[in-house]
């Protein structure tokens, strides 16, 4: 029952519609051969790296990896990122509360969506956490602390324990209702309606540091540092306290906390971009699509017109998310099947790690362009913050070149990017059965399945993005 | 006017270019593991859980 319950939503998946990138450029590329036939080309890469793995990789090699060291910083620039993070954060209010209120006017529609959402992930894969030292909460947490133990000494009071129950679900909870602002709020691009929700999750984040400590909450709670430190888990950078490490990439996701609720972060991030894709897709949007049936069932419950649509989009955004925890169930179901004695909540725990690149290269396939053309919009809106005409830097003037990159270099980099995030996760996946199955053929039979999802996932992502301007 | 869905039959008919791979796979590894438990057939019971889980 279950295993046909798990190939439904397999097929459920794959009959999604073609969809294109919703926050992205979309264009029509010139390619030399059929779309689909990329699909078929990122399949044999996959079922060829699988081979190899197979034969090639006897024994796991990432659980222990020994870093290299490379320099300490000072404590002084932990503290003036900080300082810069902060000052960024109240420059973006600032101007959401201030500024014009034309969304491509003002700073912090795009400093928001484009370089805090897309930008520091990718950041964060190449430099490592960077987040974690411009954190404007953390670091406003972190002086308050300090300023405390100065005032009060010991009288300060301990923080209370973390429900180890409570994990990361508040995290997935973050990021799930920052993708339903983002994808389906009707005020979304609203500066002032930003600004309100930016410091209504800041004070969400210092009040949930003063109970549980910076550090806790911040690890576990707060869903921007937590998804930024998965990604950065795959850089072969490392940040340990105030030293640089260097270590072979991907080896810093294996040693991701795996408790409560980690699984669900990073469906939610899969699941949501899918759906900001699936958004733009004629079976969704299209006269007689998804969304036009569902709003209408919602407005025929006596809901007015917008909050019938914003239904519609909530009960698609979750399903997405649904569907994702489904596939990696479907997988997690097949490993349980090669025996071993772990329960599939563990196994879906122990291979969570897996699926963090195939998060980021969702991320990379459907927000790229957005960063590669309206992140160039961060040099005059730095210049006139409010949109009022300002030209504080001298770059108000700067535009944007949509010439950068052509429709069909940005197919390329997004195929590149789905067929190297999935051959990642296959890694890590094949490298942590290793580790769980001490027979190497127990192994490799664990991960049939997943072979199976990776190849769901990676012909659902370029079904979604093939539709792009189709 | 409604859509009939056969009018979208060239875009479900591309689709399935789509979801074929993810078909073939399946049917692969699903003789695959046939042929694994068949060869396994002559094994006792505990070899057919292979390992443990550590």
């Known amino acids: 029952m279950r295993g046909t319950a798990a190939v439904g939503t397999l097929v459920v998946a794959l009959l999604l519609p073609a ?181 209504a999750y800041a004070a969400v984040m210092l009040v949930g540091m003063s109970l549980y400590g910076v550090d806790e909450w911040t690890r576990r709670a ?68 998804i969304a036009e049936h569902l709003t209408d069932a919602f407005a025929s419950l006596a809901l007015g017109r917008e909050a019938a649509v914003q239904a519609a989009y909530t009960v698609g955004l979750l399903a997405m998310v649904a569907l994702v925890s489904g596939l990696y169930r479907l997988a997690v179901g097949g490993m349980h099947r090669v025996g071993g004695g772990a329960s599939t909540s563990e196994l879906a725990r122990r291979f969570a790690h897996s699926l963090v690149p195939i998060a980021f290269a969702y991320l990379v396939a459907h927000y790229f362009s957005l960063l590669a053309f309206q992140g160039q919009a961060i040099a005059y809106l730095a210049s006139d913050p409010l949109g009022e005409c300002s030209d504080l830097l001298g770059t108000a003037s700067a535009t944007i070149n949509y010439g950068l990159l052509s429709a069909t270099g940005i197919w390329y980099v997004q195929v590149a990017a789905l067929v190297l995030g999935h051959f990642c996760a296959l890694v890590l996946a094949h490298d942590r059965a290793l580790a769980t199955w001490r027979d190497k053929r127990a192994a490799t039979r664990s991960q049939y399945w997943m072979l199976l999802v990776m190849v769901a996932f990676t012909s659902l992502g370029l079904w979604l993005l093939s539709s792009a301007a189709r | 006017m409604t859509d009939l869905p056969l009018a979208h039959g060239g875009h479900w008919a591309l689709s399935l270019l789509y979801i074929a791979p993810v078909v073939l796979i399946a049917l692969g590894l699903w003789w695959s593991g046939r042929r694994e438990r068949s060869q396994d057939g002559g094994a006792s019971a505990e070899d057919e859980d292979h390992g443990e889980a550590t």
């Not at chain 1, 324990?161 to 005020?187: C, D, Q, S, T």
């Not at chain 1, 294996?254 to 990073?266: K, T």
């Open chain 1, 19 to 199: 969809s294109a990138s919703a926050h992205g450029v979309a264009q029509r590329a010139d390619l030399p051969i059929p779309e689909w036939l990329f699909v078929w080309g990122a399949v044999l890469v996959l079922v060829a790296s699988f081979v190899a793995l197979a034969s090639l990789w006897p024994q796991s090699v990432l659980e222990q990896v020994r870093e290299r060291r490379l320099f300490r910083v000072p404590l002084a620039l932990e503290i003036l990122a900080g300082s810069l993070g902060v000052a960024a954060f109240l420059i973006t209010v600032w101007a959401g509360f201030a500024g014009n209120q034309t969304a491509t006017a003002n700073l912090a529609p795009t400093v928001i969506y484009v370089i805090f959402w897309v930008g520091v992930p990718f950041a964060s894969v190449l430099l490592g956490d960077v987040f974690a030292a411009f954190n404007p909460w953390r670091a406003v947490g972190r002086a308050t602390g300090w300023a405390a133990r100065r005032v009060a000494g010991d009288g300060v009071p301990q923080p209370l324990a973390y429900p180890e129950w409570l994990g990361r679900w508040p995290a997935a909870a973050g990021l799930l209702a920052f993708a339903w602002v983002e994808i389906v709020f009707a005020n979304r691009d609203d500066p002032s309606v930003l600004a309100v929700l930016t410091l």
């Open chain 1, 222 to 289: 707060d869903g921007f540092s937590v998804w930024f430190g998965l990604v950065a888990r795959l850089s072969p950078l490392h940040w340990r306290g105030h030293v640089l490490c260097l270590r072979p990439p991907l080896s810093g996701a294996p040693r991701m906390w795996s408790g409560a609720g980690s699984v669900a972060v990073v469906c939610v991030m899969i699941g949501t971009t899918s759906f900001d894709g699936i958004t733009q897709g004629s079976l969704w949007t299209g006269a007689s699509g």
